[in-house]
Protein backbone atom coordinates (compact mmCIF):
# COMPACT_ATOMS: atom_id res chain seq x y z
CA UNK A 1 0.00 0.00 0.00
CA UNK A 2 1.11 4.05 -1.22
CA UNK A 3 0.58 6.14 1.34
CA UNK A 4 0.17 9.92 -0.23
CA UNK A 5 2.70 11.92 0.05
CA UNK A 6 2.84 14.16 3.22
CA UNK A 7 4.49 17.81 3.96
CA UNK A 8 6.09 16.58 7.00
CA UNK A 9 7.40 20.15 8.41
CA UNK A 10 3.44 20.66 8.58
CA UNK A 11 3.10 17.60 10.65
CA UNK A 12 5.99 18.48 13.01
CA UNK A 13 4.40 21.87 13.26
CA UNK A 14 1.03 20.08 14.10
CA UNK A 15 2.44 18.21 16.36
CA UNK A 16 4.31 20.76 18.30
CA UNK A 17 0.85 22.15 18.61
CA UNK A 18 -0.95 19.51 20.08
CA UNK A 19 1.88 19.16 23.02
CA UNK A 20 1.59 22.72 23.64
CA UNK A 21 -2.18 22.79 23.33
CA UNK A 22 -1.95 19.46 25.86
CA UNK A 23 0.28 21.23 28.15
CA UNK A 24 -2.42 23.90 28.06
CA UNK A 25 -5.40 22.29 28.74
CA UNK A 26 -4.11 19.93 31.65
CA UNK A 27 -2.87 23.35 33.44
CA UNK A 28 -4.85 24.79 36.23
CA UNK A 29 -5.57 27.54 33.49
CA UNK A 30 -8.10 24.53 31.79
CA UNK A 31 -8.69 21.38 33.16
CA UNK A 32 -6.04 20.45 35.95
CA UNK A 33 -8.15 21.12 39.01
CA UNK A 34 -11.18 19.05 37.21
CA UNK A 35 -9.05 16.51 36.08
CA UNK A 36 -7.24 15.72 39.29
CA UNK A 37 -9.97 15.33 41.01
CA UNK A 38 -11.41 13.44 39.40
CA UNK A 39 -8.35 10.63 38.71
CA UNK A 40 -6.55 8.51 41.50
CA UNK A 41 -3.31 10.73 41.17
CA UNK A 42 -2.22 13.01 43.55
CA UNK A 43 -1.75 16.37 42.55
CA UNK A 44 1.47 16.50 44.81
CA UNK A 45 3.09 13.55 42.83
CA UNK A 46 2.14 15.75 39.58
CA UNK A 47 4.02 18.89 40.76
CA UNK A 48 7.19 16.46 41.46
CA UNK A 49 7.25 16.23 37.61
CA UNK A 50 9.38 12.75 36.43
CA UNK A 51 11.44 11.95 34.06
CA UNK A 52 10.98 13.13 30.30
CA UNK A 53 9.95 9.91 28.80
CA UNK A 54 6.29 10.06 28.80
CA UNK A 55 6.52 13.77 27.67
CA UNK A 56 8.30 12.27 24.98
CA UNK A 57 5.70 9.63 24.26
CA UNK A 58 2.88 12.57 24.25
CA UNK A 59 4.98 13.99 21.80
CA UNK A 60 5.12 10.93 19.65
CA UNK A 61 1.51 10.16 19.90
CA UNK A 62 0.48 13.97 18.64
CA UNK A 63 2.95 12.99 15.72
CA UNK A 64 1.29 10.25 15.02
CA UNK A 65 -1.76 12.07 15.21
CA UNK A 66 -0.90 14.84 12.72
CA UNK A 67 1.12 12.15 10.46
CA UNK A 68 -2.25 10.15 10.23
CA UNK A 69 -4.14 12.55 9.48
CA UNK A 70 -2.36 14.27 6.86
CA UNK A 71 -2.66 11.12 5.58
CA UNK A 72 -6.74 10.94 5.39
CA UNK A 73 -6.63 14.40 4.20
CA UNK A 74 -4.62 13.91 1.50
CA UNK A 75 -7.25 11.90 -0.27
CA UNK A 76 -8.84 15.19 -0.71
CA UNK A 77 -7.99 17.20 -3.63
CA UNK A 78 -10.13 19.94 -3.25
CA UNK A 79 -9.63 20.04 0.69
CA UNK A 80 -10.81 23.66 2.05
CA UNK A 81 -10.70 24.36 5.89
CA UNK A 82 -14.06 23.99 6.71
CA UNK A 83 -13.89 20.22 5.04
CA UNK A 84 -10.47 19.54 6.98
CA UNK A 85 -12.57 20.17 10.17
CA UNK A 86 -15.43 18.17 9.02
CA UNK A 87 -13.25 15.22 8.86
CA UNK A 88 -11.24 15.45 11.93
CA UNK A 89 -14.68 15.80 13.26
CA UNK A 90 -15.91 12.66 11.91
CA UNK A 91 -12.30 10.75 12.71
CA UNK A 92 -12.36 12.06 16.20
CA UNK A 93 -16.38 10.42 16.51
CA UNK A 94 -15.69 7.19 14.96
CA UNK A 95 -12.68 6.29 16.09
CA UNK A 96 -11.47 8.44 19.24
CA UNK A 97 -14.80 9.09 20.62
CA UNK A 98 -16.71 6.51 20.42
CA UNK A 99 -14.07 4.03 21.58
CA UNK A 100 -12.69 5.77 24.34
CA UNK A 101 -16.55 6.17 25.47
CA UNK A 102 -17.26 2.62 25.23
CA UNK A 103 -13.99 1.80 27.55
CA UNK A 104 -14.72 4.79 29.64
CA UNK A 105 -18.52 2.96 30.22
CA UNK A 106 -17.00 -0.42 31.34
CA UNK A 107 -14.09 0.69 33.32
CA UNK A 108 -16.65 3.23 35.26
CA UNK A 109 -14.47 6.13 34.11
CA UNK A 110 -16.57 9.47 35.32
CA UNK A 111 -18.14 10.80 32.95
CA UNK A 112 -16.74 14.30 33.47
CA UNK A 113 -13.04 12.89 32.62
CA UNK A 114 -13.69 10.88 29.50
CA UNK A 115 -15.20 14.39 28.43
CA UNK A 116 -11.87 16.64 29.75
CA UNK A 117 -9.75 13.99 27.85
CA UNK A 118 -12.13 13.19 25.00
CA UNK A 119 -12.39 17.13 24.69
CA UNK A 120 -8.59 17.56 24.30
CA UNK A 121 -8.24 14.64 21.54
CA UNK A 122 -11.00 16.01 19.47
CA UNK A 123 -9.49 19.34 20.13
CA UNK A 124 -6.13 17.69 18.65
CA UNK A 125 -7.71 16.41 15.99
CA UNK A 126 -9.32 19.68 14.78
CA UNK A 127 -6.25 22.30 15.34
CA UNK A 128 -4.13 19.06 13.54
CA UNK A 129 -6.87 19.22 10.29
CA UNK A 130 -7.00 23.12 10.25
CA UNK A 131 -3.05 23.52 10.26
CA UNK A 132 -2.57 20.76 7.96
CA UNK A 133 -5.48 21.99 5.52
CA UNK A 134 -3.78 25.63 5.39
CA UNK A 135 -0.23 24.27 4.63
CA UNK A 136 -1.26 23.08 1.78
Known sequence: MELPAVHYLAVLVSGVVIFAMGALWYSPALFAKQ?????AINAEEMKKGG???????????GLL??????????????LTLIRAIEVAVLCWAGF?????????????????LWMIDSGFNLASFVVAAAILAGWR
Do not use: D, E, Q
Open 65 to 78: VSYTMAVILNHFPN
Open 96 to 112: AGATSFSTAIFSMKPKA
Open 35 to 39: WVALT
Open 51 to 61: TPVPYAMVFLC
